[in-house]
Nanobody, 126 residues
Framework: HVQLVESGGGSVAAGGSLRLSCVASRDIYSSNCMGWFRKTPGGERDAVAVIANPGDRTYYADPVKGRATISRDNAKNTLYLQMNSLKPEDTAMYYC????????????????????WGQGTQVTVS
């Protein structure tokens, strides 16, 4: 059954903005680490931004620092990624992911640490 569902992707002109959403089932949303990854054709699936719960500490990959904001709405079991000043190199399939880290661990940027994944939403910047 589906546990993470992304939406909000699309085609946008360079310099524009998009907000991606990811609705999670309650058991997945209780994960203390959630994040957004992206993958280009022929490329690796790289972390974009990660948020820890509780505390909402956020971490961003260098290519998106200053242009991306990750947030969560606990009332809606929803994770968001606001992307501004989009560039053609932001074109990728964007994935929502989650896992339960140990209490003393910082949320990871490594793909293999994430247990739960959505199907992805395509973002195209031209």
């Amino acid at each position: 059954h589906v546990q993470l569902v992304e939406s909000g992707g699309g085609s946008v002109a360079a310099g524009g903005s998009l907000r991606l959403s990811c609705v999670a089932s309650r058991d997945i949303y209780s994960s203390n680490c959630m994040g957004w990854f992206r993958k280009t054709p022929g490329g690796e699936r790289d972390a974009v931004a990660v948020i820890a719960n509780p505390g909402d500490r956020t971490y961003y990959a260098d290519p998106v620092k200053g242009r991306a904001t990750i947030s969560r709405d606990n009332a809606k079991n929803t994770l968001y990624l606001q992307m501004n000043s989009l560039k053609p190199e932001d074109t990728a399939m964007y994935y929502c992911a989650a896992y339960l880290a140990l209490p003393w661990q910082r949320c990871s940027f490594r793909e293999n640490d994430y247990r739960y994944w959505g199907q992805g939403t395509q973002v195209t910047v031209s």
